[in-house]
């Protein structure tokens, strides 16, 4: 890790494109040096993949420092949490021998994520004009909740008798939404939509055994000298209010979120490390201006695994957009870049970098777009270099790198006007590189 890293106490992990950037690897790295990482936005709609050794490890909430022995994991207010998901996950990694007694906190500000808000989700995708292309995980609708001031937090579930009661109203406000719609559940739905509220229902003690005050515990931890890691899920492009919106998440993905989203002010934050892949992807619907021809785009996915870890959908791909790192890179108030699959780029010949956007009426910008409409339409202006064609996945320094690798980098860093403090050249732990 280089010194730059280490002194900084408190630092945020932030997606910088459309998610699956690979924070889940980068956080993992990072948590080696931490004392306390904590989740700050979204819920199971994440799927960050970590691999330790031959194993591969998906998380969806837990955040990726739970893989290393005797770090605490926070799951901060502005998560939306899914009970179900969160206990199966919790299991699971208990059942593959991860100890994790006493390492996972979650805040009693959290709002919970029920099953209704699932079917809810589905609903309105179905019935959508334009649909988002959601991970179907009822975020939209738990966060709807949330700001409607309807919701359900693991606070709440200290007192018995109001939990029952608020259960019972949102489970009843769901269904006469569900008959709104035009899509009631019909006999079977009906009885599994109850099962999975008993489950929950029966959670409530366990829930309330994990639950503390994350900002305090934050907090405290700054106090104490400790070094605490703020991981956001998703991207910057997947923004609520700074993403291609509507083709959006429902929570600020952004470095701002993770303030509001643990509990602490803004001035305890140290640093901001963005993470961008070496090329672009995304998943669901939405503009993706870089976006390859199909042959291409079936090459990049084949070369970069590119299937979604929660819904296993075919990721686009496409070059890696510098307006959009730019951007980011301004949006976050980045310190610094986290460059990630660089080895998928080793095979080809040429590689491009956008650098603006042509709009159809021959007018260029340089700067992302408010209008996710326009960006639909926009020819990117594209910059060529020549490839490497050099395996890159042993390197461990820069120095190490084919020289056209590094001029790439070097671009990269030119353009986003970001420093890199970390390249990853491969799944394991050990494919990484640090920039002193
Ligand atoms: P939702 O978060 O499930 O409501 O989905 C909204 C949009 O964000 C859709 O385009 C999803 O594909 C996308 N999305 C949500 N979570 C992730 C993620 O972890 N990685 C990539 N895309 C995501």
Redesign the pocket.
């Known amino acids: 890790m280089s010194s730059r890293m280490n002194a900084d106490r408190c630092t945020v992990v932030v997606g910088c494109q ?3 950037e690979g924070k889940g690897k980068i956080v993992d790295v990072l948590a080696e040096s931490v004392d306390v990482v904590a989740r700050y936005q ?1 819920g199971a ?3 960050h993949t970590v691999h330790v050794g031959d194993a591969e490890f998906i998380l969806h909430q837990i955040p990726s420092g739970i893989l290393h022995a005797g770090k605490r994991c926070l799951l901060g207010n502005g998560v939306v949490l899914d009970l179900l998901q969160f206990f199966e996950e919790y299991d699971a990694l208990v059942a593959r021998g991860i100890d994790l007694e006493g390492r996972v906190g979650v805040s009693l500000r959290a709002h919970l994520l029920l099953p209704w808000h699932r079917v809810l ?1 589905r609903a309105a995708e179905a019935g959508a004009r334009d649909k ?6 009822g ?2 609708p738990a966060y709807e909740d949330k700001a409607g001031r309807r919701g359900i937090r693991v606070a709440d579930a200290a007192n018995l008798p109001r939990f029952e009661e608020l259960m019972t109203r949102g489970a009843e406000r769901a269904r006469e939404r569900l008959v709104a719609l035009g899509l009631p559940l019909d006999g079977a739905e009906a009885q599994a939509l109850e099962e999975a509220l008993e489950r929950s229902m029966g959670l409530r003690e366990r829930i309330l055994s994990l639950a503390v005050d994350t900002g305090l515990e934050v907090d405290h931890a700054l106090r104490d000298g400790q070094r605490v890691l703020l991981e956001g ?3 910057t492009a ?1 923004d609520l209010d700074h993403g291609t919106y509507p ?4 929570s600020n993905t952004t470095a701002a979120g993770a303030a509001t989203g643990i509990g602490v002010g803004p001035t305890r934050i140290d640093a901001v490390l963005g993470v961008v892949k070496a090329y672009t992807t ?5 503009p993706l201006p870089t976006g390859f021809d199909e042959e291409m785009d079936a090459r990049m996915r084949e070369l970069g695994g590119e299937f ?4 296993g ?1 075919p990721r686009r791909c496409g070059w890696f957009d510098a307006v959009l790192a730019r951007y980011a890179a301004r949006v976050n108030g980045l310190t610094g870049l986290a460059v990630t699959k660089l080895d998928v780029l080793d095979t080809l010949p040429e590689i491009a970098l956008c650098t603006g956007y042509r709009f159809p009426d021959g007018s260029t910008a340089s700067e992302f777009p408010a209008d996710t409409w326009a960006l639909g339409d926009i020819e990117p202006i594209l910059e060529w270099m020549p490839g490497w064609e050099q395996s890159t996945g042993g390197a461990r320094t820069l120095e190490e790198l084919p020289e056209r690798a590094r001029r790439y980098l070097d671009r990269i860093e030119a353009l986003t006007g970001a420093p890199i403090r970390m390249v990853s050249v491969g799944t394991r732990r050990s494919q990484i590189i640090h920039v002193a």
């Open positions: 459309w998610g699956d979204g709609n994440a799927g989700d988002i292309g959601t991970t179907g995980r975020i939209g899920a998703q991207g997947l083709f959006v998440t429902s995304r998943v669901g619907n939405g979604g870890a929660t819904t959908r």
